[in-house]
């Protein structure tokens, strides 16, 4: 009973990203159209994914006993869910049909990478056994599906502002942040390309910092692989046999993990391959392309979005995401502070939109400046969101 | 240059020296101001900003500097840049205890980790320099705020409703109409919008909201006092973080009480998921090592009725038995315990059997408590064994044949065992892996059968008067920071007298505010208002 729940939520989760998807069409044809047809469909199509999505939420929660936020594939796909809430906000108090061509993807493209990680629904360890999980994980991810409303004000502040051809460092910067969603959409398909359709796996025997004995599953031919690994073959159980992987012989301390490093370089490698292939396609740079998309945008409204969803997104951020994680600190590890790197990079976070809301009230960072500022702290968020759970070691690190 | 009052030269009203704005008729008094640093003169209402308006001695240039947002943000930023840094490795309450800080970062980190050791990033947030970031973070948030917050207060609290032409002019949101032959009904429409009235003759304040502009104070003041609160910290006796080690069965006095308190650790548990738990999560748990679900341990918490008595033995009244669990710390008085780990490895006791050169099993087992050995076990009628000497942590055999022990703590244990059977007897040094026969030709060998360990709770004790400072710091924070941003300051004024001039100012969220003015006016038969933002973009787009 409580398993078909599960897979019923999942079915319901990716009937919304199909469901977003195709709504992207009637919003697109909406731009130039005069009349509120076109949009009101698309609006309907993405109101009706998001309640789809609010059902996964409540099924998953029902069927698991806890939350669905206590795992990378279920907090990034709240932070998803929450862009679409924040997206639909906007929608209805600015009325801005242009913001949905670009908020949209955002959360398709956090929703595909949340996916890659483990669906697996996972009882709860003793620390995360309290209500303030799910208290602490909704505020800040409501607070981040905010926040990033104003980076997707921003990037088409900066779509519009900035020109494309222009032979500047803006310009440059904006490029590759274009050249980075591609690398992550080329990480995505490959990972689902190479694990999932041909089902690549080559396994190696490592030891790792304790000197324990452990096997590392890779999905991609290794590039990279940890000091001393021994490639193996999976014989059932917990046998493995000596076997033939190809292995590049570049070898890691055990400190780094050698696997993911593997994932990220063969990513980038891909991704800038492909995106080099787009630029001799088109023949100029992605921002050219996105550009008279942007033009429509009135830049004083995207200005004021990008301010204003700082100023609303950033007090719920200091209370979930400061406030009640200290109390629940406080209550499960006995200090309400204590310099954990996700705390620490929750404070950066803090400390960052307080400059941000300093410069912009005191010294006139509106406009332009202030697009950067925005995409800088979404990027601050998506760091402290993923990096941090994956590369450092922490007591937050739980996938 | 002597700083001296200013009289408007339009309504006569006297302002104090450094007054950008009439206080009274908003008429611009010193348009030398400069325009890139201050975007929007109603930011503090055109009033007197001491670190704008005095500048001479050295006292000036303290405030001025503290002042500053400049230096602010800077503080800010290398607060947070610090911080960052200070998680590139770990911190060093997250290094091993007891290795040599500069000799682990060096070993694990290279190079780079020994230069983060000598810069004292291993312990950063401690470390004098930190802490002096955030004193100076305190001085610029106090300086700052007395310096806007005090003259704002005094321009908002000291409003006057007629206001100069030009002021009308200048405001973002402006339109100047024919007088309608009677204006209350837009007055009325106004005050249905909440907003509070005031008029003098022709003229009319309109205004709601003002509170949104004191959120920014509210914040700061909340922020001075969390890092008054945490400054605390370092005042003994206001903070207690302790380590309490306790065995099963154990009773110990929990430390910095002066012995009023004990407690006693009746059973450590640990629990770990089954199949039972629910299908949904059969394939999460099929998966290897076992998944715990609970740590606990139960405990009985004891009064000690004879501290007064010293040397005296205690004297312990049950008060209360609780099961601490992770999330769900024990508390009493202003203390709390925690669940914090457990060690089991630490050895209690080992079992051993007695064997025949044909490797016969001969009577029963025998067991060894290591915490307070004995020495003689009868293994069968005839046969016993004596333990001549024991070594909890062996390292090796004296010239005097007795064991030599590294530590006290049974971690690798040693025993010569003689086996007496009748008249006969035989020697042999027993360590967990290892035999030695030290009587030659020994019939009878000993052998390991088996251990059990200890099972201790650790458990954190902790007493922290900061924390009400601190989170009443952060709660008055969060309630100034909603209220500067979710409240809107909005003012309209009016004058009526020849045309109708409108203008309005808001402190933040335009769109809304001209949202609900462009409503009340259009339904009261104006025209929209101006918007000179929207003007000036026109006017790029047409050059």
Known sequence: MASQLVSISSTLLYAAFILYLIAMLPLAASIKSKSDKLVKIAITMVITGFVLQLTYFILRWIAQGHAPVSNMYEFITMFAIMIIGGYLITYFYFRTKLFGLFALPVSMLLMAYGSMFSREVEPLIPALQSNWLAIHVITVTLAYGILSMSAVAGLIYLLKAVPADEKSWRARFLEAIMAGIVTVLVFIATTVLMQNV?????????????????????????????????????????????????HSGIE???????????????????????????????????????????????????????????????PIFALGGIFFASIWAQIAWSRFWGWDPKETWAFITFMFYTIFLHLRLNRGYEGE??????????????????????????????? | MELKEIKCESCGHINPPGTQLCQSCGKMIDSDYDQNKIKDLMRYDGSAVRSKTRSKSIFDRIWIFFTSVKVGVSIILAITVAAAIGTIFPQEYYIPIGVDPGEHYQENYGTLGYLYYSMGFHNLYSSWWFLVLNGLLALSIIAASIDRGIPLFKSLSRQHVKKHGSFFRRQRLFLNTERPADTSSLIDAFSRKRYKVRQDG???????????????????????????????????????????????GETEEIPTTQGQYYVKNERFVIDTYDKEDGEVFQQALSEGSDLVSNFQTDIVFYKNNSTDIAGSSPDLEEIDEYSIRVNHPFSFGS?????????????????????????????DNFTINLDNPESQFAVSEDISVNMRAYSPDFLEVADNGTLVSATPVPTNPAFVFEVINGQESELSLLQ????????????????????????????????????????????????????????????????????????????????????????????????????????????????
Do not use: C
């Open chain 1, 198 to 246: 041909i089902g690549y796996q080559d396994d190696f025997l490592y030891q790792d910092k304790q000197g324990q004995n452990q096997i590392a599953e890779y999905h991609l031919p290794s590039l990279i692989n940890f000091e001393g690994a021994v490639p193996v073959e999976h014989m059932g159980e917990n046998n493995y046999e000596e076997a033939n992987h190809f």
């Open chain 1, 252 to 314: 890691l301390p055990p400190l780094i993990d050698s696997q993911k490093l593997n994932t990220v370089l063969w990513s980038f490698l891909l991704g800038l391959m492909v995106y080099g292939i787009i630029r001799l396609i088109l023949r100029k740079r992605i921002i050219a392309v996105l550009k008279p998309w942007s033009n429509r945008a009135d830049l004083n409204l995207m200005d004021e979005i990008g301010y204003r969803s700082v100023i609303i997104g950033f």
């Open chain 1, 369 to 399: 400046k202030s697009a950067w500022l925005a995409i800088i702290g979404f990027l601050l968020i998506l760091f402290n969101l993923i990096a941090i759970n994956l590369l450092v070691a922490g007591l937050h690190s739980y996938a």
């Open chain 2, 202 to 248: 022709d003229s009319y304040l309109l205004e709601k909201g003002r509170l949104s502009r004191y959120g920014p104070y509210i914040n700061h003041m909340g922020l001075i006092l969390l890092l008054f609160g945490s400054m605390l910290r370092f005042f003994p006796g206001m903070y207690v973080d302790e380590i309490l080690y306790l065995k099963e």
């Open chain 2, 335 to 363: 203390y709390e315990l925690y669940q914090s780990s457990y060690d089991n490895s630490q050895l209690k006791a080992m079992t051993f059997r007695v064997e025949d050169s044909s490797g016969n099993t001969i009577g």
């Open chain 2, 432 to 543: 967990i892996m290892n035999s030695t026969d030290i009587t030659a030709n020994n019939e009878y060998n000993i052998r390991f059968v088996g251990a059990e360990e200890h099972v201790a709770s650790v458990l954190t004790v902790k007493k922290d008067y900061t924390i009400p400072f601190i989170a009443t710091g952060f709660v008055i924070f969060l309630i100034g920071l909603s209220v500067g941003s979710y409240i809107n300051h909005r003012r309209i004024w009016i004058r009526a007298d020849g045309d109708l001039m409108f203008a309005a100012h808001t402190n933040k969220n335009y769109f809304g505010m001209k949202r609900e003015i462009n409503e009340v006016l259009e339904s009261n038969g104006f025209e929209a208002v101006n918007d000179k933002l929207d003007e000036e973009d026109n006017d790029k787009n047409k050059e």
